[in-house]
């Protein structure tokens, strides 16, 4: 059964700085994962989606990593901002119509 | 587009009482999807359509959930009777081709609270 394991649960850091958010799945058979980004009392909204075949994917100042071997993906943000604060989750894609999604990682950028 | 609208925002009722929660996904989207989010269990795919036809309801809790999209624009969730541990923010979202070959768009969600 795959799963889809975020750490740390929160994180807390000040403007400015670049930051790497951590997802880890136990399943490498994955289709492609996704990245998106929770807002309090708001829908999901997609980030960046990575194809299995895929290394990385960059919008902005956001880049996602993918390796499917180790079973990891690494979401970097460069020069963190207030209006990045907001709750992450990743998820991967292994077939059949089912996101599988992590808990995600609450995201603080204090000015 | 306006995106994926659901109806209600926010919603409070009694435990033994019918909820109905309402989606319309993004004009030219095939697939539904009805999701749950807990603190608990974070976040659940109830069932999904493709072409308005309901392809997998595994994830529906028990016979007191129901779901229906009788046409490309409109879809239902249904709960009666509702409990207290109904209560959670129920997501719709919806994709052309799929949750995994294309970016899956979001609702803004229904709260449901079952006292």
């Known amino acids: 059964k795959q799963e889809v394991t975020q750490i740390p649960a929160a994180l807390s850091v000040p403007e400015g700085e670049n930051l790497v958010l951590n997802c880890s799945f136990t399943d490498s058979a994955i289709y492609n994962l996704q990245w998106f980004r929770q807002d309090p009392g708001k829908g999901l909204t997609s980030l960046l989606l990575?194809?299995?075949?895929?290394r990385e994917q960059t919008s902005g100042r956001l880049n996602a990593s993918l390796d499917k071997s180790s079973g990891r993906s690494t979401l970097y943000i460069a020069a963190s901002q207030p209006g990045d604060s907001a709750t992450y989750l990743c998820?991967?894609?292994?077939?059949?119509?089912?996101?599988?999604f992590g808990q995600g990682t609450r995201l603080t950028i204090n000015p | 587009d306006a995106g994926v609208i659901q109806s209600p925002r926010h919603e409070v009722t009694e435990m033994g009482q019918e909820v109905t929660l309402r989606c319309k996904p993004i004009s030219g989207h095939n697939s539904l999807f009805w999701y749950r989010q807990t603190m608990m269990r974070g976040l659940e795919l109830l069932i999904y359509?493709?072409?308005?036809?309901?392809?997998?309801d595994s994830g529906m809790p028990e016979d007191r959930f129901s779901a229906k999209m009788p046409n490309a624009s409109f879809s239902t969730l249904k709960i009666q009777p509702s409990e207290p541990r109904d209560s959670a923010v129920y997501f719709c979202?919806?994709?052309?081709?799929?949750?995994?070959?294309?970016?899956?768009?979001f609702g803004a969600g229904s709260r449901l609270t079952v006292l």
């Open positions: 979202a919806s994709s052309f081709g799929g949750a995994g070959a294309n970016v899956l768009t």
């Open positions: 359509f493709n072409n308005n036809v309901p392809i997998d």
């Open positions: 998820a991967v894609y292994p077939g059949a119509q089912k996101l599988v």
């Open positions: 990575i194809q299995s075949s895929q």
